[in-house]
């Protein structure tokens, strides 16, 4: 099947307002869906309202790392939508604050807005401190932040692979610990959900040091949902597939190049909805889910799946040519 260009599925994706765009209140500055094929993903209907019931996290304090701006913007909403006090924390505090007033404008409900480096270790305990005197300690966290970029793995310099580490691994260890300690102490109980990539699981080339770091990640999860499960704290990660922010495609797609991949790609013929993913991420941090710990969910439109089946190919073979080869396999004889 041909790759459609890049300019050809934007114009394509202008041309499905649809679908493309939603003009709904709490995502109306998010970017909008790749309606990559639309006899596909009429199937897929994008849901953008919030699932939970109103007010099920009032009460609550949460803190997620990079909630300024994409998924984490998203994930912050759909929270604070829902009645929790949001910390949010990353390194530009401006960038920080504009989301904090947008969002808690929107629902009534402070969210507040602390600078940390998630590298830093004493970054993380000062946004902690911060949160403690004017919410109190987050039962909830998300650790969201990140750092990627495509790069072939021989061209990286190590000061490039350790960056992305201590972004990635590193800053979600620190926030871990430094939180966890805390809830411990406190005999809270609480729930930690972090936010990886599909590769965590199958690793890839070109983004070897976030695919190390998110694994990682996962692994670091699945210990500490074992390890600190008596103290009533639970870990649960999410892979999400391609949702289109500026944060990731500008960095992992920068020509476009990977966005002409995604068709043939993602079963569900379309990328994902950050309020699709916020959703899931609401759920994961409630008590609906309390079950659920050292999970890990891909929400992907079943991308990962259809990449990795080693038969997958096999859908772009014809009716006509299925005959011929169903007729051929009846001809052999034995072994
Ligand atoms: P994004 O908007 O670039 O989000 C990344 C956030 O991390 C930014 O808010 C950034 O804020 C923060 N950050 C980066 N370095 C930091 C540091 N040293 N300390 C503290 N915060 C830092 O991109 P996104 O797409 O929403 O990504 C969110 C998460 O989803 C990431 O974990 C990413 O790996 C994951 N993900 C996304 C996709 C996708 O298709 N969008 C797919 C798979 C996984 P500052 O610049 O202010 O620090």
Redesign the pocket.
């Given at each position: 099947m041909a790759l459609l260009t890049y300019q050809r599925i934007a114009a394509l994706r202008n041309l499905l307002p649809s679908i493309g765009r939603h003009n709904i209140l709490q995502f109306s500055t998010t970017p909008c869906v790749w309606n990559l094929d639309p006899n596909r993903s009429r199937f897929y209907p994008i849901k953008t309202d919030i699932m939970l019931p109103a007010n099920c996290f009032a009460g609550k304090v949460a803190m997620v790392?990079?909630?300024?701006?994409?998924?984490?913007?998203g994930m912050t909403y759909t929270l604070s939508a829902l009645g929790a006090k949001v910390m949010i924390?990353?390194?530009?505090l401006e960038?920080?604050k504009k989301t904090a007033e947008e969002i808690s404008s929107q629902t009534k409900n402070e969210v507040l807005a602390v600078s940390?480096?998630?590298?830093n270790p004493e970054a993380i305990k000062s946004a902690v401190d911060e949160c403690v005197a004017k919410f109190g300690l987050p039962t909830i966290v998300i650790n969201?932040?990140?750092?990627?970029f495509i790069c072939p793995t021989e061209m990286m310099s190590p000061n490039a692979f350790k960056t992305v580490i201590?972004?990635?691994l590193n800053?979600t260890a620190f926030t871990t610990l430094e939180v966890g300690k805390r809830l411990i102490e406190a005999k809270t109980g609480g729930v930690f959900l972090q936010?990886?990539?599909?590769f965590a699981e199958t690793g890839s080339g070109f983004v070897t040091h976030?695919a190390s770091a998110?694994a990682g990640v996962e692994a670091l999860s699945k210990s500490l949902g074992a390890e600190w499960g008596r103290y009533g704290i639970r870990f649960n990660c999410i892979?999400?597939?391609?949702?289109?922010?500026?944060?990731?495609?500008s960095r992992?797609s920068p020509d476009g190049m990977e966005m002409k991949r995604f068709k043939d790609r993602i079963p569900a013929g379309r990328?994902?909805h950050i309020a699709e993913l916020s959703n899931l991420a609401a759920y994961l941090v409630s008590d609906y889910s309390s079950w659920m710990n050292g999970s890990i969910i891909k929400l992907d439109g079943g991308e990962q799946i259809n990449i990795s089946g080693s038969f997958n190919s096999l859908q772009e073979v014809s009716n006509q040519q299925w005959k011929d080869i169903i007729a051929k396999i009846r001809q052999v004889k034995g072994s």
């Open positions: 790392t990079g909630g300024g701006t994409g998924l984490g913007k924390c990353s390194r530009n960038v920080l940390a480096d998630v590298r969201n932040a990140a750092g990627n201590d972004i990635v800053g936010i990886t990539a599909l976030s998110k892979e999400p597939g391609g949702i289109e922010t500026k944060g990731a495609f992992l990328t994902g």
